[in-house]
């Protein structure tokens, strides 16, 4: 059984910067991509950013310019580093992993952008 396990959510005034991390159980390697999606309450799960196994990120236009997906393969960990944040970016952020096979989760963690 594969787990993700994010970290680095937390309370920021807009305009400032935090960076998510999700570490996995195993080489992100072996996954077909990996994505981080967000849903703030009230509302659908959305796609915020993907990362392939070969390196290539995709991003929502809601995000891009902004946010930074990036991995260390050595720590089997990817992060998200989200600048210039906005009141619509709060939500709950999740890390996902995924083969032909299966998908997983992580847990999430609560991003608040307020003032």
């Known amino acids: 059984q594969v787990q993700l396990v994010e970290s680095g959510g937390g309370l920021v005034q807009p305009g400032g910067s935090l960076r998510l991390s999700c570490a996995a159980s195993?080489?992100?390697?072996?996954?077909?991509?990996m994505g981080w999606y967000r849903q703030a309450p009230g509302k659908e799960r959305e796609l915020v950013a993907t990362i392939s196994s070969g390196g290539s990120t995709n991003y929502a236009d809601s995000v891009k310019g902004r946010f930074t997906f990036s991995r260390d393969n050595a720590e089997n960990t990817v992060y998200l580093q989200m600048n210039s944040l906005k009141p619509e970016d709060t939500a709950v952020y999740f890390c996902?992993?995924?083969?032909?096979?299966?998908?997983?989760w992580g847990q999430g963690t609560q991003v608040t952008v307020s003032s």
């Open positions: 996902n992993a995924y083969t032909f096979m299966a998908a997983y």
């Open positions: 195993r080489s992100i390697l072996s996954f077909n991509a």
